[in-house]
């Protein structure tokens, strides 16, 4: 279903268009609405429509509404539109009406233009769907979870330097966002090798193949190849890209091929674009997510080595505390969608403990972590973060029992008990118990002479 101009458009239908530009040119803006819409319910692909639709909207409505808010918190879009998604997902055509109705009330609105967006998606009408989130972006710059979408699709698109723009966008409401600051990075550089001709070379590898190296090439193993041979194949996927960029075989295969080059930004944009190209694949997802922690991980240890490099320089160091409380605010979100997703994986619930104990959120940790005991395999670091939990609300007797109670399972003295019996030393010093406190330091000391600051403790109580 392609998008179409306005000769395309059927006789009766432009009759109806023209009719409606000159209302638009005598100002009758609400008149015109009422024109384009059934304009666009017989050519749903005229984006020129619902480009001057969406302008005579704005007219009418007065500009972007400040969004409704329940308690200090954001109101969603309710259950009209739970339902135009439930369509959208069934047939995304018939759902364009129903989103038109929401936006002639408010045409910048996140979550219809949103929804847009996956309908023209699903319908194949890139530009269109660009449209629906630069609507959002013009409107509510502040959103950045729809930028991000808006810029990951530019990418996707093979557009880096729309995408690096978006990311600007984001940074100027959002200077701590370390995904944008790496993606805006990025995507200028790879607007620059495109300039520079790169993806017309790996196409011209690819004319050089045959079918016959062309079908090799995609049954040769991903892994144990030297980094020249993932650049080339990088490049022979590229050029398939650029040929389709719906193709989810070939978007997984450069996401993983990113991923082996550890160019997290790339992997993460094309594992969430495989995301949505696969309707919900939930492995996909995990796998985005966990390169935008890389991506993140990378632009904190660079601005770290900036800031140990400039310690004098004030505006550097408030840039790395900004983006370190950012980062555990992050990850307390991404922790918290991972329980939804899977209520009830001890694993996830024991990472939210962890995150919200970072986020100085002691009390809202220890119910994930208690629900996380389940799981044997992962019990004596529960247990731990949980005794540090109780430690740092003050409650330093529930805190020495959890670690005692880690402490039994344990047999060996490897690397997780020697750190369980440390920190029950620690509490017990703070318990003004020196022997509870000695008897953990000893226990390390025996086999240990060397961990962190034991022999000290131990020798010290001697006299020595």
């Known amino acids: 279903m392609p998008e179409i101009n306005e000769s395309e458009l059927a006789p009766n239908v432009k009759a109806l268009w023209l009719k409606a530009l000159s209302a638009v040119q005598t100002n009758n803006h609400g008149y015109a609405v009422k024109l384009i819409q059934s304009v666009l319910k017989d050519a749903p692909t005229f984006l020129e429509g619902r480009q001057v639709l969406r302008k005579c909207e704005i007219i009418v409505t007065g500009g972007p509404k400040k969004k409704a808010t329940i308690f200090g918190m954001k109101a969603g879009g309710g259950?009209?539109?739970?339902?135009?998604?439930?369509?959208?997902?069934?047939?995304?055509?018939?759902?364009?009406?129903?989103?038109?109705?929401?936006?002639?009330?408010?045409?910048?609105?996140?979550?219809?233009?949103?929804l847009l967006f996956d309908a023209f998606v699903a319908m194949g009408l890139p530009d269109s769907a660009a449209f629906a989130l630069e609507t959002i972006r013009k409107g509510h710059p502040e959103e950045a979870k729809f930028l991000h979408k808006l810029a990951e699709y530019y990418q996707a698109q093979e557009d880096p330097a729309k995408a690096a723009d978006v990311y600007r966008d984001i940074i100027k409401h959002h200077p701590a966002?370390?995904?944008?600051?790496?993606?805006e990075k990025d995507c200028t550089a790879r607007a620059s090798m495109k300039k520079g001709g790169w993806s017309e070379q790996a196409e011209m590898k690819s004319l050089?193949?045959?079918?016959?190296?062309?079908?090799?090439?995609?049954?040769?193993?991903?892994?144990?190849?030297?980094?020249?041979?993932?650049?080339?194949?990088?490049?022979?996927?590229?050029?398939?890209?650029?040929?389709?960029?719906?193709?989810?075989?070939?978007?997984?295969d450069l996401a993983a091929i990113f991923e082996q080059l550890e160019d997290w930004g790339n992997a993460h944009t094309f594992y969430g674009w495989g995301f949505t190209l696969s309707n919900g694949d939930v492995?996909?997802?995990?796998?985005?997510?966990?390169?935008?922690e890389k991506a993140d991980e990378e632009a904190h240890k660079e601005l770290e080595a900036r800031a140990a490099a400039n310690p004098d320089d004030p505006e550097v160091q408030a840039m790395l505390a900004e983006r370190k409380a950012a980062r555990i605010a992050e990850a307390v979100e991404e922790a918290k969608r991972r329980v939804d997703v899977n209520p009830t994986d001890p694993v996830s619930r024991y990472e939210l403990g962890q995150a919200l104990f970072n986020a100085g959120d002691f009390?809202?940790?220890?119910?994930?972590?208690?629900?996380?005991?389940?799981?044997?395999?992962?019990?004596?670091?529960?247990?731990?973060?949980?005794?540090?939990?109780?430690?740092?609300?003050?409650?330093?007797?529930?805190?020495?029992?959890?670690?005692?109670?880690?402490?039994?399972?344990?047999?060996?003295?490897?690397?997780?008990?020697?750190?369980?019996?440390?920190?029950?030393?620690?509490i017990h010093a703070d318990m003004d118990d020196p022997s509870g406190a000695l008897d953990a330091f000893k226990q390390i000391y025996e086999v240990d002479y060397g961990y962190r600051d034991v022999a000290e403790r131990v020798e010290s109580s001697y006299g020595g």
């Open 363 to 426: 009390s809202g940790a220890i119910p994930h972590l208690q629900q996380a005991k389940r799981n044997p395999h992962i019990q004596s670091k529960v247990l731990l973060l949980l005794g540090r939990t109780f430690k740092a609300k003050g409650m330093l007797d529930m805190a020495a029992k959890q670690l005692a109670d880690a402490l039994a399972d344990l047999m060996t003295m490897d690397a997780t008990k020697k750190e369980i019996l440390y920190e029950k030393g620690l």
């Open 79 to 114: 259950l009209g539109l739970m339902k135009v998604a439930s369509q959208v997902k069934k047939d995304p055509a018939s759902a364009l009406p129903m989103i038109e109705d929401e936006l002639e009330k408010d045409p910048f609105n996140p979550e219809a233009n949103d």
């Open 283 to 292: 492995a996909l997802q995990t796998k985005a997510s966990l390169m935008k």
């Open 177 to 183: 966002d370390s995904v944008a600051i790496k993606g």
């Open 208 to 252: 050089l193949r045959n079918q016959g190296e062309a079908a090799e090439l995609d049954a040769q193993s991903k892994s144990g190849l030297t980094r020249d041979q993932l650049e080339d194949r990088r490049d022979r996927l590229i050029a398939k890209y650029n040929e389709d960029a719906n193709q989810l075989g070939v978007v997984k």
